[in-house]
C-alpha cells in the first residue's frame, strides 16, 4: 500500500466490560487507521454504528492526522451504504462528507473479509491493548466517560509511538484538510402539526 494512499474505518466493541461509575457502560470504539503507516485513532460511539458516529470519528482522526489519503475504504457499514439486492450505494450524506474532504470511497468485496485486515488486526491488537491495561490499572471501571477517553488516547498514542517514521513519510502525501469539518449529524424530517 503506497503512503497517503488509504485511511480504513470500522467499529467494533472491546472484549473487557467496561463500567463508568459501577454503572454497565455499552458502547462501541470507531477506528480509523491507516493502511501503509498504521497510524490510528480511535473514538468512542455511545449507540450503535451511525451516519454520525462514523462522520464524528472521521473527522476527528483526520484532523488530529493534519490530512487527507486518496481513498477512506470501510466494510459495508449501513453508516455508508445503502444496500439492495442488486447493489451498495452510497448514503447522500456519506457520499457529501467524502466529497467535502475530497477523499474516494471504496469498499471492501462482499464476503472477501481480508480485504478489511488493516482494521480488522488493528481491533485485534487494540483490544487486547485494552485488556492488558486494565490488569495493569487493576480495574474496568472508570470514574466518568472523560477518564475512558483518557485511558483509551494513551493506548492509542503507546501504539502510535512504533509507527511515527512511516507517518512523517506518509504526511507528505497527504492532501490538505478543508477549512472546516463537514455535518456530523443526521438530518430528520419530521411532520408538524398545529394541534394543541
Not at 50 to 79: C, I, M
Not at 104 to 127: D, F, M, Q, Y
Not at 134 to 160: C, M, T, W
Not at 172 to 193: A, G, I, Y
Request: with cysteine; aromatic share 8%; proline share 4%.
Amino acid at each position: 500500500m503506497a503512503a497517503g494512499q488509504t485511511g480504513l474505518s470500522d467499529f467494533t466493541r472491546p472484549r473487557a466490560t467496561i463500567t463508568i461509575a459501577d454503572q454497565p457502560f455499552e458502547h462501541l470504539v470507531y477506528q480509523f487507521r491507516l493502511a501503509y503507516s498504521h497510524w490510528r485513532n480511535v473514538h468512542v460511539i455511545q449507540g450503535g454504528e451511525s451516519y454520525s458516529a462514523l462522520a464524528d470519528g472521521l473527522q476527528n482522526a483526520l484532523h488530529k492526522l493534519g490530512g487527507v489519503p486518496v481513498e477512506h475504504r470501510t466494510d459495508s457499514l449501513s453508516a455508508a451504504y445503502i444496500h439492495t439486492t442488486q447493489k451498495r450505494e452510497l448514503t447522500q450524506a456519506y457520499e457529501a462528507l467524502c466529497q467535502h474532504y475530497g477523499v474516494r470511497p471504496t469498499v471492501n468485496n462482499r464476503g472477501i473479509s481480508h480485504e478489511n485486515g488493516a482494521i480488522e488486526n488493528a481491533h485485534g491488537s487494540l483490544k487486547h491493548r485494552i485488556e492488558q491495561a486494565i490488569k495493569v490499572r487493576g480495574s474496568a471501571d472508570f470514574p466518568n466517560l472523560e477518564a475512558y477517553r483518557h485511558f483509551l488516547e494513551q493506548i492509542v498514542d503507546k501504539l502510535n509511538k512504533r509507527c511515527q517514521g512511516r507517518l512523517a513519510e506518509e504526511q507528505l502525501h497527504l492532501k490538505p484538510l478543508p477549512p472546516c469539518r463537514f455535518m456530523d449529524f443526521s438530518e430528520l424530517t419530521v411532520k408538524v402539526t398545529n394541534s394543541t
